[in-house]
């Protein structure tokens, strides 16, 4: 049975400051042109000069920039759009929409989504807990863009967007954290009702409307009007900061009063993964969550943390679709799953000369 060889963002791949527990950082900016309808109100004529307008100044972008190519939702399949979702490329919304389309570039640090909410979502994706990086890339793509594409701007409100949420700067700023040690002791809930009263939502993996699996957070500003992009950004990072020291703190607490417990769930998670024939999604997001847990705490120390990156994404239904071809069954998946998970477990452990 063939497993999927699909390419991994470079984004995904590990590194980066606090790359334990803050996964990738991203940074998006929502902008609309000027004298066009937003896209809830266009129709396909009015999308297709949007399309059109953007992609002549993707085109235009200097060299300097990176090379871009245009993907229009179009022309893919179900599955190849869910796997852009599943890379945090482009958001479920986009998927859906016939009219839309994002421009990627070659190293996939930036996507811009074109007739998503709005007519165009900026996107900067970096490893780590990297807020300021992230806003410095995302800003010189949107000046350079600007050169060409006179946006929706109000002296007094800003940037102009289909959604009052995103009037201002249009910027949402958020980071995707693994925090195991929060919500196994407990302390996940608390932490949770606190970044709320402190502007700052929680999400699932996939952002708004997603459910938290493999104990995969994404925390972000809930505000755009009214502050500044680089408070946003700084006060998001320190937010952040604060959110790697308490998982921090919660995993020496769970190593050195719950050590047995952690370590059997390590090894039970390990067990499965290397000897299951059939591995649910669910079930699988729950277990590598294990696993990173047991690298992180040293349990595992012969296997690289960027492995659970790499699975994270390349065990996700739509990569695995797309190896099984017609056999677009959920055992079928699951087998693929299993086989992947075992191949690329016995690859790294190889590679550090583990027998």
């Known amino acids: 049975m063939a497993t999927p060889e699909r390419v991994v963002p470079g984004w995904m791949t590990g590194g ?19 004298g066009e309808p937003f896209p809830p109100r ?9 399309l059109q307008r953007v992609g002549a100044a993707v085109a235009a972008l200097p060299q300097d920039h990176g090379a871009y190519r245009i993907v229009r939702m179009a022309d893919l399949e179900g599955p190849d759009r869910q796997t852009l979702v599943e890379q945090h490329l482009i958001s479920p919304l986009l998927a859906l929409r016939a009219t839309g389309a994002v421009a990627l570039r070659a190293d996939e640090s930036v996507s811009i989504m074109i007739n998503e909410e709005d007519h165009l979502r900026i996107q900067a994706l970096l490893p780590g807990l990297q807020c300021a990086e992230a806003l410095r890339v ?17 002296e007094e409100w800003g940037y102009l967007a289909a959604s009052p949420a995103n009037v201002g700067t249009g910027l949402r700023a958020s980071v995707m954290m ?12 608390p932490l949770f009702s606190n970044l709320a009263q402190m502007g700052v939502v929680v999400r699932g993996l996939h952002g708004e409307g997603s459910a938290a699996v493999g104990n995969l957070f994404q925390i972000s500003n809930q505000v755009s009007l009214g502050l500044a992009e680089e408070e946003i950004a700084t006060s998001l990072q320190a937010i952040g900061r604060q959110v790697v020291d308490r998982e921090r703190s919660a995993r020496e607490w769970l190593f050195a009063n719950r050590r047995t417990q952690i370590e059997d769930r390590v090894a039970r998670a390990y067990g499965l993964l290397t000897n299951a024939r059939l591995v649910p999604s669910a079930e699988a997001a729950a277990l590598l969550s294990d696993l990173r847990l047991g690298i992180d705490l040293h349990v595992l120390p ?3 943390p960027s492995l659970f990156n790499e699975l994270l ?12 071809g017609d056999q677009d069954h959920p055992a079928v998946r699951d087998a693929l799953r299993a086989t992947l998970i ?14």
């Open 138 to 154: 995302a800003d010189a793509v949107d000046d350079a863009l600007n050169a060409s594409l006179e946006y929706a701007f109000s």
């Open 313 to 324: 994404v390349r065990t996700r239904p739509a990569f695995l679709q797309a190896a099984a």
């Open 342 to 355: 075992r191949q690329r477990i016995a690859q790294a452990e190889r590679r550090s000369g583990k027998d």
């Open 302 to 304: 012969h296997l690289d």
């Open 178 to 189: 693994h925090l195991p040690g929060l919500v196994l002791a407990g302390q996940a809930a």
């Open 42 to 50: 266009q129709d396909g004529t009015a999308a297709s000069r949007v």
């Open 16 to 34: 980066g400051p606090a790359a334990d527990i803050a996964l990738s950082t991203r940074l998006r900016l929502a902008r609309n042109l000027a």
